[in-house]
């Protein structure tokens, strides 16, 4: 499972993939320690993610999958008072997540450019 986690103070995002599937059972919404994924001290919030179909999580569905119709979401553009049908994925974070995406709520003492190591451009290619 890819974690992607958002610093709100200089807009940067960090990614890691982990290992242990500690997530599993948390929703959209929930605050967690983040000593789960090596950062102690740290409080985060679950915003979002993806299953591993590419379907994006959204908030208010109970089900794993399912389809909604609906006229104003991300990624959907249609004409004015036009409804269309989207699939999306539930707000529970199963074995199927593929990306969780977090916001830092609460600041611990590490620094995030040591937990998360920046990648050089040979590393990238």
Do not use: W
């Not at 179909?53 to 249609?78: D, E």
């Amino acid at each position: 499972m890819k974690i992607v986690v958002n610093d709100p103070k200089t807009g940067k995002s960090y990614q890691k993939e982990l290992e242990n599937p500690s997530l599993i059972g948390k929703k959209i919404g929930d605050e967690i320690d983040g000593g789960l994924i090596g950062l102690t001290g740290y409080k985060l919030k679950i915003t979002g993610g993806s299953d591993k179909s590419g379907f994006p999580m959204r908030k208010g569905i109970t089900a794993r999958r399912t389809a909604i119709v609906t006229g104003k979401s991300v990624g959907v553009r249609t004409e004015k008072n036009k409804k269309i049908k989207r699939r999306v994925a539930g707000e529970t974070v199963n074995p199927e997540t593929m990306q969780v995406n977090l916001k830092i709520t609460t600041y611990g003492t590490a620094e995030l450019n040591t937990v998360f190591p920046s990648k050089t451009k040979e590393e990238k290619a």
